[in-house]
């Protein structure tokens, strides 16, 4: 397969700095760098994970008139979107493009998920019993939600036969959040297996982010960016609670 290098995505569990690369790489002056651009993802995402029949060709065609346009108005194009996972391989079948895979600690992703739905967002696993301390703001938002929430459907649960299935009704909030999380990281690395490892380039978030951004840009190939605009940026705690709180 002939490979694009002027095509790449970014994936990872939620919480795991994939928006505040993102952010940085979309700064690069020859790279655009979307971040989270098609819902439809977190549908094909779910029914995929739970093994329903999906028009996946569709959906890719969807992404290629993004990559289309974005390579009119820079010599680089990227997405970020932690919903691609089951996806991989046929991104990777159409575009031969390059993937960054960020990971976090597992205890340091899930604290901060759920920091996060109970101070921001308020919608991690609605089912669960278990709400956690909503904030004024987590409450609102979860009210303001309400209905086919596709961010909480494009979560994995477990389906009838696995060994965690009977007993989900009663996990706690923080069950959840940790089978969320393993369940991610087996997609990854099944769909990974399908990608050439000189195609594929995993950032341990913890504790040398900074270092491996100024590689993995390199790699990529953008351009203007210098250490000390990546080292500000990354001090700026990009889409942390703080910085969303209201």
Same mark, same amino acid.
């Given at each position: 397969m002939d490979t694009d290098n002027r095509v790449f995505f970014?994936?990872?569990?939620?919480?795991?700095?994939?928006?505040?690369?993102?952010?940085?790489? @979309?700064?690069?002056? @020859?790279?655009?760098?979307?971040?989270?651009?098609?819902?439809?993802?977190k549908i094909i995402s779910r029914d995929m994970m739970d093994g329903k029949q999906v028009n996946v060709a569709k959906?890719?065609?969807?992404?290629? =008139?993004?990559?289309k346009q974005g390579l009119k108005q820079a010599e680089v194009y990227g997405e970020k979107d932690v919903t691609y996972g089951p996806m991989i391989p046929w991104l990777y079948q159409e575009f031969g493009c390059r993937f960054v895979y960020l990971i976090r600690e597992r205890k340091a992703a899930v604290d901060s998920m759920i920091r996060w739905h109970e101070e921001i967002t308020g919608c991690l696993y609605?089912?669960? =019993?278990?709400?956690?301390q909503l904030s004024?703001?987590?409450?609102?938002n979860e009210r303001a939600n309400e209905g086919r929430d596709l961010s909480d459907y494009s979560r994995p649960r477990p389906r009838p036969g696995d060994p965690e299935y009977y007993g989900w009704p009663d996990y706690t909030l923080r069950a959840m959040t940790e089978y969320y999380y393993r369940r991610l990281t087996q997609i990854y690395h099944a769909a990974f297996m399908w990608v050439p490892e000189y195609m594929q380039y995993w950032v341990g978030v913890e504790p040398t982010l900074?270092?491996?951004?100024?590689?993995?840009?390199?790699?990529?190939?953008? =351009?203007?960016? @210098?250490? =000390?605009?990546?080292?500000?940026?990354?001090?700026?705690?990009?889409?942390?609670?703080?910085?969303?709180?209201?």
């Open positions: 970014i994936v990872s569990a939620p919480r795991s700095a994939s928006t505040a690369v993102a952010t940085i790489f @979309n700064e690069a002056e @020859n790279c655009i760098c979307a971040i989270e651009p098609d819902r439809e993802s959906w890719i065609r969807s992404v290629r =008139k993004r990559v609605r089912e669960c =019993k278990d709400r956690g004024e703001q987590a409450l609102a900074q270092l491996h951004v100024q590689t993995v840009r390199c790699w990529l190939g953008l =351009k203007g960016l @210098n250490c =000390k605009q990546i080292e500000t940026m990354l001090s700026a705690r990009i889409n942390s609670v703080e910085s969303r709180r209201l």
